[in-house]
């Protein structure tokens, strides 16, 4: 279990340049994907 914490708390921290350096298109564009597959899940 903590083993699995650090893994996620890892990612985000790495991930978070990248997210910072994303321009608006992209994240709208990542946002429009997630919203799509959350409604596809719900299914």
Known sequence: MIVFLLYKVTRKLLSLPSLLLR????????LLV???ENAVLRR
Not at 23 to 29: F, L, M, Q, R, V
């Open 23 to 30: 321009g608006d298109a992209a994240k709208d564009a990542e």
């Open 34 to 36: 997630l919203r799509h």
